[in-house]
T-cell receptor, first 114, second 113 residues
């Protein structure tokens, strides 16, 4: 089945630095990638929809200048958390729709900002 | 935008009993309704899904029902086992809303031996 590879799985960074998270579709072309954030004991909240070759669409309340999304190819989408702060610590996960197979998810990235 | 509500937030059952989790959605154009099981720190795992052209789907001990008129769908787990203990999420997507998948708030299911 369709596979999305997400890296890194865990990252610890200092407050004020930026962190890049990558999601690659390994055996299919993902024209659209969805980025979610999940705080402990909460649901997956959609942050933005990433479209290959165009600007991402952000959900209400998500700062586009803080969460930079790039989808430069059909197999790679990246999320950069800029000037990270402790409140950005969360579980970030990407997802892509692989035709009628439904949605496939990356393995997630646990971000801790200290 | 699309909103998905899920109830209950926690559910405790005895091993062997049935468990039912219910969700309602707001976008009448939604046509795909998956259910996921998620373990702590892991990606959601699809356990069953249903499309809007059917009313019910079953896979062994798991079944999902969909009522398009009322805009709600339910997950039914029969003969529950301790290993069914996890957090379950419903979700909905609409092809008229970029196919983005919107999740319910989650249900923590505990199955006691």
């Amino acid at each position: 089945g369709a596979v999305v590879s997400q890296h890194p799985s865990r990252v610890i960074c200092k407050s004020g630095t930026s962190v890049k998270i990558e999601c690659r579709s390994l055996d299919f072309q993902a024209t659209t990638m969805f980025w979610y954030r999940q705080f402990p004991k909460q649901s997956l909240m959609l942050m933005a929809t990433s479209n290959e070759g165009s600007k991402a669409t952000y959900e209400q309340g998500v700062e586009k200048d803080k969460f930079l999304i790039n989808h430069a190819s059909l197999t790679l989408s990246t999320l950069t958390v800029t000037s990270a702060h402790p409140e950005d610590s969360s579980f970030y996960i990407c997802s892509a729709r692989a035709g009628w197979e439904g949605y496939t998810f990356g393995s997630g990235t646990r971000l801790t900002v200290v | 935008g699309e909103n998905v509500e899920q109830h209950p937030s926690t559910l405790s059952v005895q091993e062997g009993d049935s468990a039912v989790i219910k969700c309602t959605y707001s976008d009448s154009a939604s046509n795909y309704f998956p259910w996921y099981k998620q373990e702590l720190g892991k990606r959601p795992q699809l356990i069953i899904d249903i499309r809007s052209n059917v009313g019910e789907k079953k896979d062994q001990r798991i079944a999902v029902t969909l009522n398009k008129t009322a805009k709600h769908f339910s997950l039914h787990i029969t003969e529950t086992q301790p290993e069914d203990s996890a957090v379950y999420f419903c979700a909905a997507s609409s092809p008229y809303n970029t196919d983005k998948l919107i999740f319910g708030t989650g249900t923590r299911l505990q199955v006691f031996p």
